[in-house]
C-alpha cells in the first residue's frame, strides 16, 4: 500500500514549513512511529536545527559535479532503512546529476510507492501554473517548480500561515536569513505588498485543493451540474480554458472567457495549440506577443502546446491543468471535406474527461475569420 | 473533322480548367504569405468614456485606408505595485470600453485589434505602446474638460515624440456625445 503525502505550504521562505514539519515529526515519534529524516534544510536557522535534534537522519551522500562536492538525499538509504514515516524537505529541490531523479518531488514519489508516509514542504511560488503569477506580484522569478498535479496528489495540505508582518519581524531578528542577507531581502522580495499578494495566492490555491478533494467525494453523490443546481457547492474547484490562436479574433473569445472566469472566481488559461510547422515570426509573433502580454494584464497563463491536432494539444492541456471549462470561437463554416468531419466541440467533448463543459463564443464578424 | 477539334477543345479546357483548380489552393497559399504590410491606426484613451467624435474619426480614417483600428486602454499601475502585476479592476473597465468601441467598428466594417497598456501614468503607459507597436496613424481627442482624456502636456509630448501622425482632434460641441461602457439609455449623452 502506498504512503500518504502530506505537504507544508507557505507563502514564502521563513514562515515556518520546516519548523511544524519537525514538530510534527516529533509528536509522530512520541506516538511511537518510527520516523527518519530524509533531507532537512536548515538553512542556517539555529532554532530549526535545533528541532532536529532527537530526530534521526538518514545520511546524505555526496555527488560530485563539475568538480563540486553537492550534498543530496540519498534515496536507496533512505528506502532501505524503510521508516514508517520520512521527513523530507523542499519538494521543488532540483537533484544533481547522478540522482536517481531530476527532482526530488520525483524521489517522493518513490518512497511513497515503497509504503512509506513522507511529510514535505514547498512554497506556493514553486507551483508551476502559479510562476508567473508570483513573478508578476513579485517582481521575481523562481527556477524550481514541480507540477500542480505533485500537490494534488497530497492526501493532506497545510498551509503554514504567518501575517507578512510576522514574517518581516521574523527576517529582522535574523530567523530566516543570516544578518550579511537581511537587508536585500528586505528591499527585494520581503515587502509588505509581496508578502500580502502571496499569502492571498498561498490561501486560495489551499482553498482549491481543499475544495477539489470535497468536490471529488462528493462525485457520487450526482454530477456537478446537479450539484450547482441545487445550490450544494459553489463552484469553486472550476478552472477555464480559452482556445485562442494568434490572431486579432482571439481578443474577444479572451475578454468573454476572462468575465466568465471572474463571475466564476476562478482561474484562466488561455491556449494556442501550435502547428508544429508553424513559425512564430512577423505578425503570429506580433499577435502571441499581444496575448502573452493581455494575459499579463489579466492576470490568467497563456499556453503554447505544440500539437498537429487542435483537439489532442488541447486535450492534453485540459487534463494536465484540470480544466472543468473549454471556451472556443466560432468556426468559420467549413468548406470541401471538413464537412463531413465531426464539429469541434464534439470533438473536443470526446477527447476530454467527462465533465468538462464546453462553450462556443459567437464571432463578431469582420475581422480575420473563425477562431477555429 | 470537325468533332475531333471539339475533342480537342474540350481536352485542352479540361485540362486548363483541371490545372487550375489544383493549383489554386497553392495560389492562395502563396497570396497568404506574402508579407503584408502594416496599416494600423491607434486610438489611445483612459477612463470609461471616449469622445464619440474621436471614435468616428478613427473609424473613418480607418474604413477610408483599408487599416486596423488599434483602440488601447491604458492603465494607470499604483507605484506600490509592480508594473507588470495583473490589474483586474483597470481590465475590467477596460474590457467594457473595448467591446463598446469594437462593436461599432465592426457595425461600420472595420477591423479591430485592442490592446491594454500599463504604465506609471497614462503618459508612461502609452510611451511603452508606442515602442511595442507600429502605427501609421495616432487619432486622440484634445481634452474637452471630462476628466479622462490625455492632458495637454500629454499630447505635446505625443506630438514630439510618435513615430506617425498624430491627428488631435479639436475640442467641439458634439464632444460630449461619448461613447462608454454604458447602455445609451442609461442617461450617457448622445
Redesign the interface.
Known amino acids: 500500500m502506498a504512503g500518504r503525502l502530506k505537504v507544508f505550504i507557505g507563502m514564502a521562505a521563513g514562515v515556518g514549513k520546516t519548523y511544524r514539519m519537525l514538530q510534527e515529526g516529533h509528536i509522530a515519534q512520541d506516538a511511537g512511529r518510527d520516523v527518519a529524516i530524509g533531507y532537512m534544510e536548515p538553512h542556517r536557522r539555529p532554532e530549526t536545527s535545533a528541532l532536529a535534534e532527537g530526530l534521526e537522519e538518514v545520511p546524505r551522500r555526496r555527488l560530485t559535479y563539475r568538480g563540486t562536492d553537492l550534498e543530496e538525499m540519498d534515496l536507496p538509504a533512505l528506502l532501505a532503512r524503510a521508516p514508517a514515516l520520512a521527513l523530507i524537505d523542499e519538494l521543488a529541490h532540483t537533484n544533481a546529476p547522478g540522482a536517481e531523479h531530476g527532482k526530488r518531488y520525483e524521489d517522493v514519489r518513490d518512497v511513497l510507492a515503497a509504503g512509506i508516509d513522507v511529510f514535505s514542504t514547498v512554497n506556493v511560488q514553486h507551483l508551476e501554473s502559479l510562476n508567473d503569477q508570483v513573478t508578476e506580484l513579485t517582481g521575481t522569478r523562481v527556477r524550481e517548480t514541480i507540477p500542480d498535479a505533485v500537490l494534488g496528489e497530497a492526501d493532506e495540505v497545510v498551509l503554514i500561515d504567518l501575517t507578512p508582518e510576522a514574517l518581516i519581524e521574523r527576517l529582522r531578528a535574523g530567523k530566516v536569513y543570516p544578518g550579511e542577507n537581511i537587508e536585500a531581502a528586505l528591499r527585494n522580495f520581503f515587502t509588505v505588498e509581496n508578502l500580502l499578494a502571496l499569502r492571498e495566492v498561498a490561501l486560495r490555491q489551499v482553498a482549491q485543493e481543499v475544495e477539489a478533494k470535497r468536490l471529488v467525494i462528493e462525485e457520487p453523490l450526482g454530477t456537478r451540474e446537479e450539484r450547482v443546481a441545487a445550490g450544494v457547492s459553489k463552484a469553486v474547484g472550476e478552472r477555464l480554458l480559452a482556445l485562442v490562436r494568434p490572431q486579432p479574433s482571439s481578443q474577444r473569445l479572451v475578454r468573454r472567457a476572462w468575465r466568465s472566469a471572474q463571475r466564476l472566481g476562478t482561474d484562466l488559461d488561455l491556449l494556442w495549440v501550435k502547428p508544429p510547422n508553424q513559425l512564430i515570426e512577423g505578425e503570429v509573433e506580433r499577435q502571441v506577443i499581444a496575448l502573452r502580454h493581455l494575459a499579463s494584464v489579466l492576470g490568467a497563463t497563456f499556453l503554447i502546446e505544440e500539437s498537429d491536432s487542435l483537439v489532442d494539444g488541447a486535450a492534453q492541456v485540459v487534463r494536465d491543468r484540470g480544466t472543468t471549462y473549454i471556451m472556443v470561437g466560432e468556426s468559420l463554416p467549413p468548406r470541401g471535406l471538413a464537412r463531413l468531419r465531426e464539429p469541434l466541440p464534439q470533438r473536443l467533448m470526446r477527447a476530454t474527461p467527462p465533465g468538462v463543459d464546453v462553450r462556443i463564443v459567437a464571432h463578431r464578424g469582420g475581422n480575420d475569420g473563425g477562431s477555429k | 473533322m470537325n468533332v475531333e477539334r471539339v475533342l480537342i477543345v474540350a481536352a485542352l479546357f479540361a485540362g486548363l480548367a483541371g490545372g487550375y483548380l489544383l493549383a489554386r489552393p497553392r495560389l492562395r497559399g502563396r497570396r497568404s504569405e506574402r508579407?503584408?504590410a502594416i496599416h494600423q491606426i491607434l486610438l489611445p484613451f483612459t477612463g470609461t468614456a471616449i469622445s464619440r467624435r474621436a471614435v468616428d474619426a478613427a473609424l473613418r480614417l480607418a474604413r477610408a485606408e483599408d487599416a486596423?483600428l488599434m483602440p488601447a486602454y491604458l492603465?494607470t499601475v499604483p507605484k506600490?505595485?509592480?508594473l507588470?502585476?495583473?490589474?483586474?479592476a483597470e481590465?475590467?473597465k477596460a474590457?467594457s470600453m473595448?467591446?463598446a468601441i469594437?462593436?461599432r467598428?465592426?457595425a461600420q466594417?472595420?477591423?479591430?485589434?485592442?490592446?491594454?497598456e500599463?504604465g506609471r501614468s497614462s503618459r508612461h503607459a502609452l510611451a511603452r505602446l508606442l515602442a511595442?507597436?507600429t502605427f501609421d496613424r495616432v487619432v486622440v481627442p484634445a481634452a474637452a474638460g471630462a476628466g479622462a482624456e490625455l492632458s495637454g502636456d500629454d499630447l505635446a509630448w505625443l506630438l514630439e515624440k510618435a513615430p506617425a501622425e498624430v491627428l488631435i482632434l479639436r475640442p467641439g460641441p458634439e464632444d460630449r456625445r461619448l461613447v462608454t461602457s454604458e447602455p445609451a439609455s442609461s442617461g450617457v449623452p448622445g
Not at chain 2, 507588470?84 to 483586474?88: F, G, S, T, V
Open positions: 508579407p503584408q486596423t492603465a506600490r505595485l509592480p507588470d502585476c495583473a490589474i483586474p481590465a475590467a474590457m473595448l467591446e469594437e462593436q467598428a465592426t466594417g472595420v477591423s479591430v485589434d485592442s490592446r491594454i500599463r511595442r507597436e
